[in-house]
């Protein structure tokens, strides 16, 4: 190999160091290995920054407004009344589930479906009295599925296309996938179907902590008038720090303080409204100077001006690696963290203590307005709230349907591309007033599509630099010289598969595209079939909860373990790689 394939080589190396450690987002690694290899010379700066250029990048943020204009307005109703209905068992009740999931994935972002189906599924099973973990995750895994059915169905696909599209082959048609990854997504959601209710477990999910606790959750007691804590600073009476027990506001007159800063004093007859576990409360009521107020339950779940929240932390939110207290938690997100649910069980320790990760779920207590704040924004992969959800606005709902049903037809009857379909769809339903400006802004995920854009430069420097073509040489070494084409096929998706599991998805796409194109010209098959495979295998993100979004949104929501995606997940991907393996 030459010096500058070396050099690529040790810094997508080391780039997948970077991302399994979690070191840094996927987006600050692969934008820093992207510099590296500019000033290392392997990279021209037209070749480091095409893929800004590039259509895909700009179709997929085009996208996400698309989707979020169908979540908002309520136009995602109709998939949840066909997905839920009156407790089938058995595989048709999953079905049930997984077909309108997947089928809505086909055409929309996946993030918004799981993102308003999952508080549902959980509502639902709670009703008929069952575990969500028994739902979430073959949720999950069907709107993943579901996405590798059209072009549109998920970024991945968009970046192989714009790929082939920046080797100066035509881009991917709406549909030209659809006979390979319709297969994978039917067999798969037979596979979940008959599966899922005998290797999924039951876990129980963070909020059932509230049925069993609700009464006592919540404790309101009032300052002894001329007592030892009048006039003492909230710190000083030794209220800051109490042991699974959190003061979340103060009622004084007519004034409300909440968040509670340290330095704020206590007068006589104040009321202290408190949060915690139920076994500890009670403790409160043997500090000098408090006593139970007059009308001790404290509001309840259903009052409007506070209500219970569940918030997943995503990989690039600013809380990970760091505790509430050092964040300022309460003052941040006016929100008190009343648990943690972390890897299917609820954190024990002090939680103001606890460093967060990945994944983790948290309980909070919060004003009404607390999931329209935070939702679209980094800091939380899910914001979802105990109750009902929000009454759809049947003219937006209508608007926003018919936008997603203008972009398939255009672009699938091949009227216009994805990208000018895409644009012009998003642009009307923000002058519609379906979404504002600012909601249409925050709905684009900028690291995915900073991830999107950088990730062409590293397939370019993989396929210039020669390192595409001597690793695709190696791949059709092993497969053997005249064996069958499905030999190279089969070690391509399968090394996809297992990159998919450890960096994002698109980032795995990009970087074996290049070694999957090199493969299929050396043993002379067509390098559209190989490069399709990869954007399917780029997707197959079912062994690990961090391997996938949606997967992430789920893990805490169902209070899964970490091991427990292996037992369905692992004969999934086995039947996904042999249907890509085998396809004619």
């Known amino acids: 190999m030459t010096l500058e394939a070396w050099i690529t080589l040790v810094v997508v190396g080391g780039t997948f160091v970077v991302m399994v450690r979690g070191a840094a987002t996927p987006a600050v690694a692969i934008l820093g290995a992207v510099v590296v290899l500019l000033g290392t010379g392997v990279l021209e700066a037209e070749q480091a920054f095409a893929g800004f250029a590039n259509p895909a990048p700009i179709t997929v943020a085009a996208l996400y407004v698309l989707a979020r204009a169908v979540e908002s307005s309520g136009a995602l109703t109709l998939v949840e009344q066909l997905a839920l209905g009156d407790g089938q068992r058995g595989a048709a009740g999953g079905l049930r589930l997984l077909v309108p999931a997947a089928a809505a994935s086909a055409f929309l972002n996946n993030t918004p479906i799981v993102a308003m189906l999952a508080p549902s599924v959980v509502r639902w ?32 696909n968009l970046v192989v296309s714009g790929l082939l599209e920046g080797r100066g082959e035509a881009p991917l048609g709406l549909f030209e996938i659809t006979p390979v990854g319709l297969p994978v997504a039917v067999l798969g959601l037979v596979v979940i179907a ?32 001329g007592g030892p804590l009048e006039g003492c600073t909230v710190e000083d009476a030794g209220l800051r720090h109490l042991e699974g027990v959190f003061l979340v506001e103060i009622e004084r007159s007519d ?28 403790d409160l009521g043997r500090i000098a100077g408090l006593a139970r107020a007059a009308d001790a339950p404290a509001r309840a779940l259903t009052d409007p001006e506070h209500v219970f929240v569940e918030a997943v932390i995503g990989a690039v939110s600013p809380l990970v690696g760091r ?56 800091d939380f992969l899910l914001v979802t709230r105990a109750g009902g959800t929000p009454q759809p606005v049947a003219r937006k709902a209508v608007l926003a349907g018919a936008a997603v049903v203008a972009v398939v037809v255009v672009a699938g009857a091949g009227w216009a591309p994805i990208l000018h379909a895409s644009l012009l769809a998003a642009l009307v339903l923000v002058a519609a007033r379906v979404l504002s400006v600012e909601e249409a802004r925050r709905s684009i995920d900028m690291d995915v599509i900073l991830v ?17 073509a001597g690793i695709g040489h190696a791949i059709v070494g092993v497969a053997g010289d005249g064996a069958d084409p499905r030999l190279a096929l089969l070690a391509v998706v399968v090394a996809t598969v297992i990159l998919t599991e450890f960096i994002s ?7 074996m595209f290049p070694i999957a ?16 495979a990869v954007a399917v295998a780029a997707s197959a993100s079912f062994l690990t909860p961090i391997g996938y979004q949606t997967n992430t949104m789920v893990y805490g929501l169902g209070g899964y373990r970490f091991s427990d995606y292996w037992r369905l997940g ?11 393996v085998l396809l004619p």
């Open 505 to 511: 998805n698109n980032a795995s796409a990009a970087l």
């Open 517 to 532: 194109t090199a493969a299929a010209v050396e043993i002379g098959a067509d390098p559209r079939d190989f490069a399709i």
């Open 194 to 225: 008959l599966l899922a209710p005998r290797l999924v477990p039951d876990r129980k999910p963070p909020s059932s902590r509230l049925d069993a606790d609700q009464r006592d959750f919540v404790v309101r007691m009032r300052v002894i008038p």
């Open 255 to 282: 004034e409300l303080i909440a968040p509670v800063a340290p330095g704020v004093a206590l007068h006589g007859d104040d009321e202290l409204i408190f949060v915690g576990r139920a076994r500890e409360v009670v």
């Open 323 to 378: 505790t509430p207290r050092e964040i300022g938690f309460r003052s941040r997100y006016q929100a008190a963290v009343v648990g943690i649910h972390r890897a299917g069980q609820p954190v024990a320790s002090k939680l103001g203590e606890v460093r967060l990760q990945l994944g983790d779920v948290l309980l909070l207590l919060a004003d009404a307005d607390f999931a329209a704040r935070w939702t679209d924004r980094p």
């Open 452 to 468: 999107i854009a950088a990730s062409f430069a590293l397939g370019a420097a993989i396929e210039t630099s020669g390192l595409a």
């Open 570 to 580: 692992a004969p999934l991907t086995a039947v996904v790689v042999a249907t890509l």
């Open 125 to 156: 099973s709670q009703r008929h009295g069952r575990p969500p973990s028994r739902l979430l995750m073959p949720l999950s895994f069907a709107v993943i599925l579901g996405g590798v059915v059209t072009t549109i169905g998920t970024s991945t």
